[in-house]
Nanobody, 121 residues
Framework: QVQVVESGGGLVQPGGSLRLSCAAS????????MGWYRQAPGKQRESVAI???????NYADSVKGRFTISGDNAKNTADLQMNSLKPEDTAVYYC???????????????WGQGTQVTVSS
């Protein structure tokens, strides 16, 4: 099976920065993409940033220019650098890894446990 582990969440003041890290482990895993999602109280989970194996990225409009996602295919990792943080960025952030366990298998989604990011003065 695949294990997804996140780190880097915490409390930060408005305007501050935070870096989230995610690692997907599994001896046979082949990832098509990795991404970060978030869910605030009373709201649905939304996509924040996604990076494909080819290096293409996609960002939510609300974070463009402030967040940067990067990945390492060899290590099956993805980092999310968050700058100029705002109170509305407060949410539980989840890492997603999409991939297959063998060459001819279907794509599956694997999720981390979530890490709390709180932006408050």
């Amino acid at each position: 099976q695949v294990q997804v582990v996140e780190s880097g969440g915490g409390l930060v003041q408005p305007g501050g920065s935070l870096r989230l890290s995610c690692a997907a482990s599994g001896s046979t895993i082949k990832l098509a993409s990795m991404g970060w999602y978030r869910q605030a109280p009373g709201k649905q989970r939304e996509s924040v940033a996604i990076i494909t194996r080819s290096g293409e990225t996609n960002y939510a409009d609300s974070v463009k220019g402030r967040f940067t996602i990067s990945g390492d295919n060899a290590k099956n990792t993805a980092d999310l650098q968050m700058n100029s943080l705002k109170p509305e960025d407060t949410a539980v952030y989840y890492c997603n890894a999409r991939g297959r366990l063998w060459t001819w298998g279907s794509l599956n989604d694997y999720w981390g446990q979530g890490t709390q990011v709180t932006v408050s003065s």
